[in-house]
């Protein structure tokens, strides 16, 4: 039996859906690069744009139907939600309903229909405008890659995560800490940040407190990233080790506004001693509990990100009972109007009426008190020795 036309018939039988199914994969890839593939990825997208497509025909209805309830510039109403919904290609087919239904309202009513039922330039432009700002949203949200519908969900885990890295470990009895941070304009999100930890099997208590250059969302953004960044250096380091690294990261990252300051505490919980190295930070403050007084612990060190092979020297002190430590950025102490010496005097004047309470719920205090620039981000840390 001749196997030859055998072949060439099953060859032929499977050249329709092989086709077939090369062309539905074309289709398919096309769809997917511009955005239309409502079968894989976020399927809400295609609900959306059905549940809107059949809501502009109702509208139309509507409003041929009995005028008083809506009239055309309704319409308005489904290409707003389109914006906030739907991707940019998945917009045009609501688009193009949309004006298809403006097209049948005017001339099912007539140039001479009175009220609002009339199909206007006006209602025209409304409507327009509210598809090209719809349309400008949906670009944006496609170029940053997060839909509006977990955008908010986003910024809150980034605004918990810098809160949970900002907390501050728990310290041994005969030990108080406190922390505040208020961001620039009462935004959620602030270019000051702290991350903690006790090391040397927890006798050693190391903080950092980095302020990033830029105010409240600008910087928040650099500042999450510093925060893990900074947060994953703190005690696999010898302390000394920490700000040349931190410093080298953000010479990698070669951002414009690159550069932060930054203060690290090295604290014995045992003795009370500490050293503290600065990179270009305001500097902390001690009470000494036996005259009352505060003195300035001031180490030198350039801003993070300035220059490589930077050098930070660290000045020593010691905490007695009773003795508080502060640690704070120049958002508290610095304004336009007036210099961080006058800020510092203000600041150690406030905190003197805390002593007797202990310093107990000083730290949002003293931030409400003492801040006076609001557009600016301002963070404190307090730390005492209880006697």
């Known amino acids: 039996m001749d196997k030859v036309p055998t072949m060439a018939r099953r060859r032929g039988a499977d050249t329709y859906p092989a086709r077939w199914r090369r062309s539905a994969h074309r289709a398919r890839i096309a769809l997917r690069r511009s955005g239309v593939d409502y079968f894989r990825g976020d399927g809400s997208d295609w609900i959306a744009l059905v549940g809107l497509l059949i809501v502009i025909p109702v509208i139309t209805c509507t409003t041929l139907l009995n005028p008083v309830w809506s009239s055309p510039t309704a319409l308005a109403l489904p290409i707003v939600a389109g914006g906030l919904l739907l991707r940019p290609a998945s917009l045009l087919s609501l688009y193009a309903t949309a004006a298809a239904a403006l097209i049948v309202e005017s001339i099912a009513l007539g140039p001479y229909t009175e ?7 006006g209602t025209v432009l409304v409507v327009a405008a509210c598809g090209f700002f719809g349309l400008v949203l949906a670009q944006f949200r496609a170029r940053v890659g997060v839909p509006w519908r977990r955008g908010g969900t986003m910024l809150f885990d980034l605004r918990e995560r810098i809160r949970v890295q900002s907390a501050l470990p728990r310290l041994p009895d005969g030990w108080h800490r406190e922390m505040a941070l208020r961001p620039a304009g009462g935004q959620s999100f602030s270019g000051d940040f702290v991350v903690a930890a006790r090391t040397n099997g927890g006798r050693t208590l190391e ?74 930070h305001p500097p902390a403050l001690q009470l000494h509990s036996g005259s009352g007084r505060w003195e300035e612990m001031a180490a030198e060190g350039p801003l993070l990100g300035v220059y490589d092979g930077a050098e930070f020297d660290a000045v020593k002190g010691s905490l007695a009972p009773g003795d508080v430590l502060m640690l704070f950025t120049d958002g508290l102490v610095e304004a336009s109007d007036r210099d961080i010496a006058e800020g510092i005097d203000r600041l150690t004047g406030e905190a003197d009426r805390y002593v007797a309470t202990g310093f107990e719920g000083a730290a949002w205090h003293l931030i409400e008190a003492c801040a006076k620039d609001v557009n600016d981000d301002r963070a404190l840390l307090l730390l005492s020795r209880r006697g």
């Open 115 to 121: 009220g609002p039922a009339r199909v206007t330039p």
């Open 207 to 280: 903080v950092v407190l980095t302020d990033v250059s830029g105010k409240g969302m600008d910087a928040g953004s650099r500042a999450l990233l510093l925060s893990g960044a900074f947060g994953g250096l703190l005690g696999s380091l010898p302390p000394h080790g920490f700000l040349p690294a931190a410093n080298g990261y953000l010479l990698r990252q070669d951002w414009d506004e690159g550069f932060a300051t930054s203060i690290h505490l090295v604290l014995d919980l045992d003795s009370g001693d500490y050293e503290i190295l600065s990179a270009g």
